[in-house]
């Protein structure tokens, strides 16, 4: 168990619809993380967070939005779905940013998009 | 450019020595890691080296890092049947703490 929490495990939703995933990070850990693992893409990095503020983004569409808050847990909103969201999304987290600090990561959410 | 590429499958006999490749595109890349995924689980760090050394061992793990070549290396010694997992390499680079993955290599331990 590395400590990394995410809910719900796995979504089932249509096509158009809205999601929220939820990640808890590790006690202390100020840093969080989202990756997508997908089949075709396999796994990307989508944003990062630290502390409550955005501090890196990569392949993360427009549809998609995070947010980081005071208690440090994170939310991932994926809108406006489409078949090919279809995906397992990790959430990690690390004590701080940048360095050799672990990323410690979630058990994932396993998105079905029908 | 990032960019990690490994080989996709590797079937080893329990017992031998597993050696699973990757190589990687970004010289600035800082530090290299080796992540284990099993069946329906998340990530686990297995280990990582920093740019700057050319082997670490940990245990049955030893990798090995070729800067020059931008290749890196697990190996991991008398293989075993829970060792069957998908095998990850990736970067971090020196300009932020994301993590760039390879495609992950499968690796089958027969007993």
């Known amino acids: 168990d590395s400590g990394v929490t995410q809910t719900p495990k796995h979504l089932i939703t249509a096509t158009g619809q809205r999601v929220t995933l939820r990640c808890s990070p590790r006690?202390?850990?100020?840093?969080v993380y989202w990756y997508q693992q997908s089949l075709d893409q396999g796994l990307q990095f989508l944003i990062q967070?630290?502390?409550?503020?955005?501090?890196a983004k990569g392949n993360i569409l427009e549809r998609f939005s995070a947010q980081q808050f005071p208690d440090l847990h994170s939310e991932l909103n994926l809108s406006s779905l489409e078949l090919g969201d279809s995906a397992l999304y990790f959430c990690?987290?690390?004590?701080?940013?940048?360095?050799?600090?672990?990323?410690?990561f979630g058990p994932g959410t396993r998105l079905t998009v029908l | 450019g990032e960019d990690v590429e490994q080989s996709l499958f590797l079937s080893v006999r329990e017992g031998d020595s597993s050696v699973i490749n990757c190589t990687y595109t970004?010289?600035?890349?800082?530090?290299l890691y080796w992540y284990k995924q099993e069946p329906g689980a998340g990530l686990q760090l297995l280990t990582y080296?920093?740019?700057?050394?050319d082997m670490k061992q940990d245990q049955r793990l030893t990798v090995l890092l070729n800067k020059k070549d931008k290749h890196l290396s697990l190996r991991i010694a008398d293989t075993q049947t829970g060792d069957s997992a998908i095998y990850f390499c990736?970067?971090?680079?020196?300009?932020?703490?994301?993590?760039?993955f390879g495609a992950g290599t499968i690796l089958r331990v027969k007993s």
């Open positions: 990690a987290s690390s004590l701080s940013s940048g360095g050799a600090y672990e990323q410690f």
């Open positions: 006690s202390g850990d100020l840093s």
């Open positions: 967070y630290y502390n409550g503020e955005e501090r």
């Open positions: 970004d010289s600035s890349s800082t530090y």
């Open positions: 080296i920093f740019s700057n050394m």
């Open positions: 990736a970067e971090s680079l020196s300009y932020g703490n994301k993590l760039v």
